[in-house]
């Protein structure tokens, strides 16, 4: 299980799946051969974020902030029992919740829920199914979901066709009293704030954590493979707005590459964070 300590911060990552990715599912058109030819270009993507052939390495995780009293779960990936379009993500009968409290966090203990956005692959765990409902899964937390966020996927259609994904994992949490809608550059603490990334969704955001002079920043999904840092041009198919998303990496990452900054990678193979660096046009992350 990977952890990072930033300061007196801990970021513990609980991972629900790991899988190769074909680039055809992420990029448009993108053929294996041509990620070979790019991971050419910037050989700092192989082995950990391109296999040999030419895959690409994700996961999907949760990533839990402990600092203080607060215990932040960052991103509830896609949960289990839910009926979903992708088969490999439908009533799922995964251990996440045995494996976070092993971690040391049963879901009694998360004070704070932050979705980076709302995508299917974000929100999953909010809920959980008891005797036929959709309950909060974290019971004693507050649920922070961004303003435009929360209104832009209160009416669009969820990313894949027949799925409410809204509607059993955001919707039931509303209904139980437990979120908080905040602006898009909300602060949790002196510790934690919002950075805005907009672009992959409308109210989209990264999670910056400072503590005694050290600083990480979890990316959620405005870049979700590392080929996005070498080449900031290149957004991905589900990209609400994929200028936006690229205007976005061009303005965030030149203060994000100090060579200091952890930067933690939402779906970023392992070991899943590194520090960014200006490399040629683009950047490249040094793990
Ligand atoms: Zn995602």
Same mark, same amino acid.
């Given at each position: 299980?990977? @952890?990072?300590?930033?300061? %007196?911060? &801990?970021?513990?990552?609980?991972?629900?799946?790991?899988?190769?990715?074909?680039? %055809?599912?992420?990029?448009?058109?993108?053929?294996?051969?041509?990620?070979?030819? %790019?991971?050419?270009?910037?050989?700092?993507?192989?082995?950990?974020?391109?296999?040999?052939?030419?895959? #690409?390495?994700?996961?999907?995780?949760? #990533?839990?902030?402990?600092?203080?009293?607060?215990?932040?779960?960052?991103?509830?990936?896609?949960?289990?029992? &839910?009926?979903?379009?992708? /088969?490999?993500?439908?009533?799922?009968?995964?251990?996440?919740?045995?494996?976070?409290? &092993?971690?040391?966090?049963?879901?009694?203990?998360?004070?704070?829920?932050?979705?980076?956005?709302?995508?299917?692959?974000?929100?999953?765990?909010?809920?959980?199914?008891?005797?036929?409902?959709?309950?909060?899964?974290?019971?004693?937390?507050?649920?922070?979901?961004?303003?435009?966020?929360?209104?832009?996927?209160?009416?669009?259609?969820?990313? !894949?066709?027949? /799925?409410?994904? !809204?509607?059993?994992?955001?919707?039931?949490?509303?209904?139980?009293?437990?979120?908080?809608?905040?602006?898009?550059?909300?602060?949790?603490?002196?510790?934690?704030?919002?950075?805005?990334?907009?672009?992959?969704?409308?109210?989209?955001?990264?999670?910056?954590?400072?503590?005694?002079? /050290?600083?990480?920043?979890?990316?959620?999904?405005?870049?979700?493979?590392? #080929?996005?840092?070498?080449?900031?041009?290149?957004?991905?198919?589900?990209?609400?707005?994929?200028?936006?998303?690229?205007?976005?990496?061009?303005?965030? !990452?030149?203060?994000?590459?100090?060579?200091?900054?952890?930067?933690?990678?939402?779906?970023?193979? @392992?070991?899943?964070?590194?520090?960014?660096?200006?490399?040629?046009?683009?950047?490249?992350?040094?793990?």
């Amino acid at each position: 299980m990977l @952890s990072w300590n930033i300061g %007196r911060a &801990k970021i513990t990552s609980i991972v629900e799946s790991e899988t190769p990715t074909s680039p %055809r599912f992420m990029y448009k058109d993108m053929t294996k051969v041509e990620v070979l030819q %790019r991971a050419e270009k910037a050989p700092w993507l192989r082995p950990h974020f391109i296999s040999d052939d030419g895959y #690409l390495l994700q996961k999907i995780q949760c #990533l839990i902030v402990e600092i203080g009293d607060f215990k932040v779960a960052v991103d509830t990936c896609i949960g289990n029992d &839910k009926e979903r379009t992708n /088969e490999l993500w439908s009533h799922l009968q995964g251990p996440f919740l045995e494996d976070m409290t &092993k971690a040391g966090y049963p879901p009694e203990s998360i004070t704070h829920v932050v979705c980076t956005h709302l995508h299917v692959d974000h929100v999953g765990w909010n809920t959980r199914l008891v005797d036929g409902e959709w309950v909060p899964t974290f019971p004693n937390a507050r649920y922070l979901f961004v303003d435009s966020e929360f209104d832009h996927w209160e009416t669009a259609e969820s990313l !894949f066709d027949g /799925e409410d994904v !809204f509607g059993d994992s955001v919707a039931p949490i509303a209904a139980a009293g437990l979120s908080d809608r905040v602006a898009i550059d909300h602060r949790l603490s002196d510790n934690l704030c919002f950075q805005p990334t907009p672009g992959h969704t409308p109210g989209h955001i990264s999670l910056v954590i400072e503590s005694e002079g /050290e600083k990480a920043i979890i990316t959620g999904d405005m870049t979700h493979n590392p #080929l996005q840092i070498a080449d900031p041009d290149l957004s991905s198919m589900f990209d609400t707005d994929m200028d936006a998303a690229r205007t976005t990496r061009r303005a965030v !990452f030149p203060g994000w590459a100090d060579g200091k900054t952890l930067i933690i990678g939402t779906h970023f193979g @392992s070991p899943t964070a590194g520090t960014m660096s200006p490399d040629g046009d683009g950047y490249k992350l040094d793990v």
